[in-house]
């Protein structure tokens, strides 16, 4: 089975903290967190459409220029979602700039902000030199007792956060796939159809919820010729689909090591394919992580033990280790491994 999403840290486990987030089959990406990305490229970072901060400390948020840099001139809408004040740190960000040129470009920034009563909105287009525009306001949905929500649904997937005690506001996510849909190349073969993008409207019949009467023209692209075959949604689901359960990714940074953090990290990670989580410090320095309101390697495996997820990485490491990241990677594998 090849996993929908493919992630990776935008940065070295010592760098600014990000990931990002491809979704395979497609050209969209998602992108948690806006530090430094140089690494990414512009093609990777053009990609990224939907963008989740956890809060705005520089090194969470100071590749934002970056972003706008490339995305500028595109016809894109760049959407932002974050804590409370991000609306005015984008406008902060915008204003930093001279925009007197840019009334042609399609580009639009739209970024919400998650309060405990709810969603506010605002956007900033470029063809009004950036002018904040605010939208109306929103409910959280799907609101869980200890304060999760649905920041994000898409007929594939939903991404939900949980608001962290960073002595701020600092946002985690989890990203969660429907479902996974398998396709049957062998079965395909022996009834003579080809793969090809045919199988990707296919997917996302399923994920939008179409019934199994729907029907669609399908276009095969056989090896010397193309076919237009009208298939039913349900036979082509029973005869060369499997459906399995959805991939899951967590994204935890900047939070304190305390029993309600540590409640909402376990719940949102809850068996997590990959939880990356942050581990700043080292179990000795417990101290010092709780401090700076930070978690240590060993608290970032015993959380991701808890949430019975099925791998933890571990990252944005304090450059007081430098060298010794090999001794974070295996206190935080040991407390997660541990028995
Ligand atoms: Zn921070
Ligand atoms: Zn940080």
């Not at 959407?79 to 042609?104: C, E, F, M, S």
Request: glycine share 8%.
């Amino acid at each position: 089975m090849t996993p929908s999403f493919s992630s990776i840290l935008v940065n070295d486990v010592f760098g600014d903290p990000g990931l990002f987030v491809e979704v395979r089959w497609s050209k969209r990406a998602l992108l948690f967190d806006l530090g430094h990305n140089e690494a990414l490229g512009p093609t990777r970072l053009l990609r990224a459409s939907e963008i989740f901060i956890s809060h705005t400390h520089m090194d969470h948020f100071i590749g934002f220029d970056a972003l706008l840099r490339v995305a500028l001139g595109r016809g894109k809408t760049l959407r932002l979602y974050g804590p409370p004040g991000l609306i005015a740190n984008v406008q902060g960000k915008l204003h930093g700039y001279t925009w007197n040129l840019v009334d042609g470009y399609p580009l639009t920034i739209t970024v919400q902000e998650f309060h405990s009563d709810g969603i506010r909105t605002a956007t900033f287009p470029a063809m009004d030199g950036f002018q904040r525009c605010d939208g109306l306001n929103s409910t959280l949905s799907d609101c869980t007792a200890d304060g999760s929500f649905t920041a994000l649904r898409d007929p594939m997937f939903t991404v939900r956060a949980t608001s962290l005690n960073h002595r701020i506001p600092s946002f985690a996510y989890a990203l969660q796939e429907q479902f996974h849909v398998n396709v049957n190349k062998e079965r395909l073969h022996e009834a003579g159809l080809p793969v090809g993008s045919w199988l990707k409207e296919v997917k996302q019949y399923l994920w939008q919820g179409k019934p199994d009467d729907f029907c669609f023209i399908a276009t095969l692209y056989h090896e010397h010729r193309k076919e237009e075959r009208e298939c039913v949604l349900g036979e082509v689901r029973e005869r060369f689909l499997t459906i399995t359960r959805g991939q899951k990714i967590a994204y935890v940074v900047d939070a304190r090591y305390d029993q309600t953090n540590e409640r909402k990290i376990v719940e949102l990670a809850r068996g997590a394919d990959i939880f990356y989580c942050e581990a700043p410090y080292l179990d000795r320095d417990a101290d010092k992580a709780r401090d700076r309101y930070h978690l240590t390697a060993r608290q970032a495996g015993v959380m991701a033990k808890k949430a019975g997820a099925r791998d933890l990485v571990v990252f944005h490491f304090s450059p007081r280790y430098t060298g010794l990241g090999h001794e974070i990677e295996a206190e935080a594998r040991e407390a997660f491994r541990g028995k």
